[in-house]
């Protein structure tokens, strides 16, 4: 859910012929089985930050805005020293493997939850990226049609980092932090 670094690749740098994937992709019956469980985790994860975390300061209030979140007001972060891993150990090693969440993970953003390392509080462009999943997660309407879509991406990319979503996110985070450089 984090971008990685930027480049100029696009998905078909890293989308393969289903027969040609590497094994770290999903095959789509172990995405089948582990996607409840993967919407649980969220789900959990959601509800633990919404009842723990912070409301937006101005600052990331004005900036879900621009990223497109309808109900800013819903939103709270919380600031960890990691990311969790799900405590399933399949669920966990098949987020390490495809690397949606790892031990390197900074940030992430689902449902109206937004969970950032410490060290990456200033990372500007990584927050907005995640401010724009909330803002996915609304528009899919809501975590579980969204969980699909997003971990859907990882049954035919090699890397995690492309996708639909990923993609916009990306794009968005970018556009609005070049505007806000160039103004």
Avoid at 13 to 31: E, G, H, N, S, T
Wanted: hydrophobic share 40%; charged share 25%.
């Amino acid at each position: 859910m984090a971008p990685a670094n930027q480049s100029s690749r696009t998905a078909h740098d890293f989308c393969l012929p289903y027969d040609k994937l590497p094994a770290a992709v999903i095959d789509q019956q172990k995405f089948e089985t582990l996607l409840p469980f993967a919407c649980e985790w969220a789900k959990q994860q959601e509800k633990f930050i919404l009842s723990h975390g912070n409301p937006l300061s101005s600052r990331h209030r004005a900036d879900a805005c621009l990223a497109g979140v309808q109900d800013c007001d819903r939103v709270r972060v919380l600031v960890v020293d990691r990311i969790p891993l799900p405590e399933d150990s399949e669920l966990a090693e098949a987020s390490r493997r495809v690397g949606i969440i790892t031990e390197d993970t900074r940030c992430v953003g689902f449902g109206y939850a937004l969970i950032i390392r410490v060290d990456a509080w200033n990372d500007r462009e990584l927050i907005l990226h995640n401010l724009v999943h909330i803002a996915q997660c609304e528009r899919a309407g809501g975590l579980e049609q969204w969980c699909r879509q997003y971990l859907g991406d990882r049954t035919s990319c090699a890397k995690f980092t492309v996708g639909s979503l990923e993609d916009e996110a990306r794009r968005v985070a970018r556009e609005i932090c070049t505007a806000s450089a160039a103004a």
